[in-house]
């Protein structure tokens, strides 16, 4: 038997080992996250941070209302470092380089978990990442980092966790990506890559989660039915399709919603009996919809609106035990709404969205049947409709045949003029046949033209305060103009008018009449009206619908109307050039409304594709809504530049001309010569004042005496401005108007530049207003300032 003294013993040594270590980290490492610490700008969440700090005991660790930091530790190591900023952080000063951040990093390599989210990283990710070796989760979301993804993370072999989430990261998804062996979770949501998802995606057997969700994407999506781990896919808000994608059937969510996908659900989508979360909203879905989804066990959200299925709706259908959301809106559908999902019969909790179908209802929810009826076989999902037309055809061949017959034997004349006429009526059926394959192929169909109430899919509307895009009829339209009288009219030109107008839900819009050439294709109309209903953007004015106006003989579309939303705040050069002193907008007041015209270049030139540029931007187009956010009016709508171009033959510009290669850098001129307007408070109405203001401007850069800047820029805002946060806008507008297309900034350096000005100058204020002397601008402006706005879309 053991003495109480040894049983004493084992005890304590039992106790210490369980203990946790507080090994002391390494004296490198101690330095190295020092380091990190002022390479970020010690920010709050590491305000705590010392040389003598215990790292690995816990005290590297912090938790505030400006963000989060953690500091893990394996013996002597960090194996994890957690440091997140409070989201919409500001990017970093311009003296911050992340390829030094990274740099440092490697001097930490056992890590193998790193979150830097939302700290205001900028700059191109850097390939260097690839050295640290052993990192199994990277998330760098929420920061201001630009370009590709760099070759150099091919080298991270254990990498099972990717975030990139809300960067401004582009080009093309690198096919080496679907090479990473030990990738789950792969997360690159809200930034502007672009071109086909690469075929090497579908060959990743690890991946569970794929979320592509708001980028610029386009193409069918790869074959995943191998990726038997998948679970979750969320590329929402992109151009992808038009094919459904191929899954396998454990996946629990699946998110394809603001795409192009078309045709009809696969059957085997029944069978998914892990599947939860089911959104196909706002895509050109056709054909019939499968009451069995409702049911699938485990299903609790489900969201088909804004399609095209068709189908027969039982109020006998059941609904799975889970289901807490179904949005059946905006479809063909008929029949009854099923009893699962009336009331009482449905759960407390559940949500149910009907509307706008042709179902049986007394609440005046619903389209007329007729209409669904003439929908369904406008798009040619009408069984047996193809069956009568081949019987049709047959029993016209069959006539001409024997009418051919009997015309040989009376007289050759007859025969002759039977068989042109034959002929001729083949002719006619051969080009109607090939008007409907043409008006078929573009997914918007005739007959839905005809009616003009289809209602355009939108992307990316987010949370921009305005109405969802639709179709107006012509009585709307002429209600909310008085008939179109001249006192709405606001102006016209050669192609047509413009007038105020009034919805009837109070509602006020503009509207742009457009007359339409009789050349003018359905399939033209049908791209144009598709573009269209994509410009939605908080710093457009954005479209709302659009109205088509007839020719009762062949029903031809003779008119366009395209209304947009209604922005009455005066434009941009009025609150600056023109306005009086109390009414010109304060110094930082200026830099968010050129943060915000920036912003709408970004989204035209890759917000949709194909992406419009040429805008012709001038600052009368610039108009300002309430809170004094900037809406671009009058840009390069495509049917529109057509129109102007073959009226004007091809003017553009009074400023400058750039060669097609540079056709987005005229852009970025044209708001080089905005900018100028806004930094000199001069109006400019030629190349030769843009000329002398240049030279001006560059006098004023080069000296380091602020007397030359102060002199530069508007009286009215000089006084009231950080020195730092002026010569940061004078010089992004000096790159802007460089001579050469090449040599002026991406759109993305212009935003940091003018956000990092922006930033520079709340915290001038902010001093000021704190050392006793007073803000240099009023109360009154500080109050009614639009907050920052973030780089991201």
Same mark, same amino acid.
């Given at each position: 038997?053991?003495?109480?003294d040894? %049983?004493?013993?084992?005890? /304590?040594?039992?106790?210490?080992?369980?203990?946790?270590?507080?090994?002391?980290l390494?004296?490198?490492?101690?330095?190295?996250?020092?380091?990190?610490?002022?390479?970020? @700008?010690?920010?709050?969440?590491?305000?705590?941070?010392?040389?003598?700090?215990?790292?690995?005991?816990?005290?590297?660790?912090f938790?505030?209302?400006?963000?989060?930091?953690?500091?893990?530790?394996?013996?002597?190591?960090?194996?994890?470092?957690?440091?997140?900023?409070?989201?919409?952080s500001?990017?970093l000063?311009?003296?911050?380089s992340?390829?030094?951040?990274?740099?440092?990093?490697?001097?930490?390599?056992?890590?193998? +978990?790193?979150?830097?989210?939302? +700290?205001?990283?900028?700059?191109?990710?850097?390939?260097?990442?690839?050295?640290?070796?052993?990192?199994?989760? $990277?998330?760098?979301?929420?920061?201001?980092?630009?370009g590709?993804?760099?070759?150099g993370?091919?080298?991270?072999?254990? %990498?099972?966790?990717?975030?990139? #989430?809300?960067?401004?990261?582009?080009?093309?998804?690198?096919?080496?990506?679907?090479?990473?062996?030990? %990738?789950?979770?792969?997360?690159?949501?809200? @930034?502007?890559?672009?071109?086909?998802?690469?075929?090497?995606?579908?060959?990743?057997?690890?991946?569970?989660?794929?979320?592509?969700?708001?980028?610029?994407?386009?193409?069918?999506?790869?074959? !995943?039915?191998?990726?038997?781990?998948?679970?979750?896919?969320?590329?929402?808000?992109?151009?992808?399709?038009?094919?459904?994608?191929?899954?396998?059937?454990? $996946?629990?969510?699946?998110?394809?919603?603001?795409?192009?996908?078309?045709?009809?659900?696969?059957?085997?989508?029944?069978?998914?009996?892990?599947?939860?979360?089911?959104?196909?909203s706002? @895509?050109?879905?056709? =054909?019939?919809?499968?009451?069995?989804?409702l049911?699938?066990?485990?299903?609790?959200?489900?969201?088909?609106?804004?399609?095209?299925?068709?189908?027969?709706?039982?109020?006998?259908?059941?609904?799975?035990?889970?289901?807490?959301?179904?949005?059946?809106?905006?479809?063909?559908? !008929?029949?009854?709404?099923?009893?699962?999902?009336?009331?009482? #019969?449905?759960?407390?909790?559940?949500? +149910?969205?009907?509307?706008t179908?042709?179902?049986?209802?007394?609440?005046?929810?619903?389209?007329?049947?007729?209409?669904?009826?003439?929908?369904?076989?406008?798009?040619?999902?009408?069984?047996?409709?193809?069956?009568?037309?081949a019987?049709?055809k047959?029993?016209?061949?069959?006539?001409?045949?024997?009418?051919?017959?009997?015309?040989?034997?009376?007289?050759?004349?007859?025969?002759?003029?039977t068989?042109?006429?034959?002929?001729?009526?083949?002719?006619?059926?051969?080009?109607?046949?090939?008007?409907?394959?043409?008006?078929?192929?573009?997914?918007?169909?005739?007959?839905? *033209?005809?009616?003009?109430?289809?209602?355009?899919?939108? $992307?990316?509307?987010?949370?921009?305060?305005?109405?969802?895009?639709?179709?107006?009829?012509?009585?709307?339209?002429?209600?909310?103009?008085?008939?179109?009288?001249?006192?709405?009219?606001?102006?016209? #030109?050669?192609?047509?008018?413009?007038?105020?107008?009034?919805?009837?839900?109070?509602?006020?819009?503009?509207?742009?009449?457009l007359?339409?050439?009789?050349?003018?294709?359905?399939?033209?109309?049908?791209?144009?009206?598709?573009?269209?209903?994509?410009?939605?953007?908080?710093?457009?004015?954005?479209?709302?619908?659009?109205? /088509?106006?007839?020719?009762?003989?062949?029903?031809?579309?003779?008119?366009?109307?395209?209304?947009?939303?209604?922005?009455?705040?005066?434009?941009?050069?009025?609150?600056?050039?023109q306005?009086?002193?109390?009414?010109? *907008?304060?110094?930082?007041?200026?830099?968010?409304?050129?943060?915000?015209?920036?912003?709408?270049?970004?989204?035209?030139? =890759?917000g949709?594709?194909?992406?419009? +540029?040429?805008?012709?931007?001038?600052?009368?187009?610039?108009?300002?809504?309430?809170?004094?956010?900037?809406?671009?009016?009058?840009?390069?709508?495509?049917? *529109?530049?057509?129109?102007?171009?073959?009226e004007?033959?091809?003017?553009?510009?009074?400023f400058?001309?750039?060669?097609?290669?540079?056709?987005?850098?005229?852009?970025?001129?044209?708001?080089?010569?905005?900018?100028?307007?806004?930094?000199?408070?001069?109006?400019?109405?030629?190349?030769?004042?843009?000329?002398?203001?240049?030279?001006?401007?560059?006098?004023?850069?080069?000296?380091?005496?602020?007397?030359?800047?102060?002199s530069?820029?508007?009286?009215?805002?000089?006084?009231?401005?950080?020195?730092?946060?002026?010569?940061?806008?004078?010089?992004?507008?000096?790159?802007?108007?460089?001579?050469?297309?090449?040599?002026?900034?991406?759109?993305? #350096?212009?935003?940091?530049?003018?956000?990092?000005?922006?930033?520079?100058?709340?915290?001038?204020?902010?001093?000021?207003?704190?050392?006793?002397?007073?803000?240099?601008?009023?109360?009154?402006?500080? $109050?009614?300032?639009?907050?920052? %706005?973030?780089?991201?879309?």
């Amino acid at each position: 038997m053991a003495r109480p003294d040894h %049983l004493l013993l084992i005890f /304590f040594s039992v106790l210490l080992a369980l203990l946790p270590e507080t090994t002391q980290l390494q004296p490198s490492q101690v330095w190295t996250l020092i380091k990190i610490q002022q390479l970020l @700008n010690d920010p709050p969440m590491l305000s705590h941070w010392r040389h003598s700090t215990d790292f690995c005991g816990g005290a590297g660790g912090f938790m505030g209302p400006t963000g989060s930091a953690a500091v893990l530790c394996y013996g002597d190591t960090v194996t994890q470092l957690h440091i997140a900023g409070a989201p919409g952080s500001p990017p970093l000063p311009r003296n911050f380089s992340v390829g030094a951040l990274v740099t440092t990093l490697s001097r930490l390599p056992d890590l193998k +978990v790193l979150t830097l989210s939302s +700290v205001g990283l900028w700059g191109p990710l850097p390939g260097k990442l690839g050295r640290l070796a052993a990192l199994e989760i $990277v998330n760098v979301s929420g920061n201001y980092l630009y370009g590709d993804i760099p070759r150099g993370m091919s080298r991270l072999a254990g %990498l099972q966790t990717l975030v990139l #989430d809300d960067n401004i990261l582009g080009g093309e998804l690198p096919a080496w990506i679907g090479t990473l062996p030990s %990738l789950t979770v792969l997360s690159l949501r809200n @930034n502007t890559f672009r071109g086909a998802v690469p075929e090497s995606i579908g060959s990743m057997p690890s991946l569970r989660s794929l979320v592509l969700a708001s980028n610029n994407l386009s193409g069918n999506l790869p074959d !995943m039915s191998r990726l038997t781990n998948l679970q979750a896919i969320d590329v929402s808000g992109n151009s992808l399709g038009p094919a459904f994608p191929k899954l396998g059937r454990k $996946v629990v969510t699946v998110v394809l919603s603001r795409n192009r996908f078309g045709g009809g659900l696969p059957e085997a989508l029944g069978s998914f009996y892990l599947l939860e979360r089911l959104d196909v909203s706002w @895509n050109r879905f056709v =054909g019939p919809f499968t009451p069995a989804l409702l049911s699938l066990p485990s299903i609790r959200y489900l969201s088909i609106a804004g399609n095209r299925f068709t189908g027969t709706l039982s109020d006998k259908a059941l609904c799975g035990d889970n289901l807490r959301f179904v949005d059946l809106s905006l479809n063909l559908l !008929m029949g009854s709404v099923p009893a699962c999902l009336r009331s009482p #019969d449905r759960k407390p909790d559940t949500v +149910v969205l009907v509307s706008t179908n042709c179902l049986d209802s007394s609440d005046g929810s619903q389209r007329p049947s007729p209409f669904c009826q003439n929908q369904a076989l406008a798009v040619g999902i009408m069984p047996g409709k193809e069956r009568r037309n081949a019987a049709s055809k047959a029993g016209f061949v069959a006539g001409i045949v024997m009418a051919t017959l009997v015309a040989v034997s009376v007289v050759g004349f007859i025969v002759f003029f039977t068989v042109r006429k034959a002929a001729t009526k083949g002719s006619k059926a051969r080009t109607l046949a090939t008007s409907e394959e043409e008006s078929s192929s573009t997914g918007y169909p005739s007959k839905l *033209l005809a009616d003009a109430r289809y209602i355009s899919q939108t $992307v990316k509307l987010g949370a921009l305060g305005i109405p969802s895009y639709r179709s107006f009829s012509l009585v709307e339209l002429e209600a909310a103009t008085n008939n179109f009288e001249n006192s709405y009219l606001l102006g016209q #030109d050669s192609l047509g008018e413009m007038y105020r107008g009034r919805l009837g839900n109070g509602t006020p819009v503009t509207i742009r009449t457009l007359k339409i050439k009789r050349s003018q294709t359905t399939q033209s109309l049908n791209r144009h009206i598709d573009t269209i209903s994509r410009l939605r953007h908080q710093n457009l004015v954005s479209a709302l619908g659009h109205c /088509f106006e007839y020719d009762l003989d062949d029903s031809t579309v003779t008119q366009l109307y395209i209304v947009f939303e209604y922005v009455q705040n005066g434009n941009l050069r009025s609150r600056i050039s023109q306005g009086t002193e109390g009414c010109k *907008l304060t110094w930082s007041q200026r830099i968010s409304a050129a943060i915000g015209v920036a912003k709408g270049i970004q989204f035209l030139h =890759g917000g949709i594709i194909p992406g419009l +540029v040429g805008n012709d931007l001038r600052i009368t187009n610039i108009l300002l809504d309430q809170n004094h956010v900037a809406k671009i009016g009058n840009y390069n709508i495509p049917i *529109l530049a057509e129109a102007m171009k073959s009226e004007k033959g091809g003017a553009g510009n009074k400023f400058q001309t750039d060669s097609p290669m540079y056709s987005d850098k005229t852009d970025i001129f044209d708001f080089g010569v905005i900018l100028l307007e806004v930094v000199s408070g001069k109006t400019i109405t030629s190349m030769y004042e843009v000329d002398i203001l240049k030279e001006l401007l560059a006098w004023a850069i080069a000296d380091e005496d602020r007397v030359r800047r102060r002199s530069f820029a508007d009286p009215a805002v000089s006084k009231g401005c950080s020195d730092e946060s002026l010569r940061t806008v004078m010089e992004i507008c000096q790159r802007c108007l460089a001579k050469e297309a090449a040599q002026r900034p991406s759109v993305e #350096d212009v935003l940091w530049n003018l956000q990092f000005a922006a930033q520079v100058q709340d915290d001038w204020e902010v001093e000021a207003w704190s050392s006793g002397g007073g803000s240099p601008v009023s109360s009154s402006s500080r $109050v009614t300032r639009p907050s920052r %706005l973030n780089l991201s879309r």
